[in-house]
């Protein structure tokens, strides 16, 4: 059983920053990309940024030059740096990871989400 556990959410003015984390836990071989989700009201699930275990990164054209993720495999764990928030960037953020088990297929586990909201 895999968990991945978000903290960092919470209330910003615009123009402000937040930082997540999701740190991963449970019996896994080891996990290969991690990556932060995002939905808002009425919207579909959007992929905000991703980083392979090798370090290969990729971003919303929304989000690059602002946000910036970065992962500690030591400690299963990826962060999200988020500045210069705007309005439009209010939704849950989701992680996820794409585990690696000892025995059977890759698959992908989700986080609970955790709340950003920027007000104007």
């Known amino acids: 059983q895999v968990h991945l556990v978000e903290s960092g959410g919470g209330l910003v003015q615009a123009g402000g920053s937040l930082r997540l984390s999701c740190a991963a836990s449970g019996s896994f071989f080891r996990i290969n990309v991690m990556g932060w989700y995002r939905q808002a009201p009425g919207k579909q699930r959007e992929l905000v940024a991703s980083r392979t275990s090798g370090g290969n990164t990729n971003y919303a054209d929304s989000v690059r030059g602002r946000f910036a993720i970065s992962r500690d495999d030591a400690k299963n764990t990826v962060y999200l740096q988020m500045n210069g928030l705007k309005p439009e960037d209010t939704a849950v953020y989701y992680c996820?990871?794409?585990?690696?088990?000892?025995?059977?297929?890759?698959?992908?586990?989700w986080g609970q989400g955790t709340q950003v909201t920027v007000s104007s």
């Open positions: 996820n990871a794409e585990i690696i088990p000892y025995t059977g297929p890759v698959y992908h586990h």
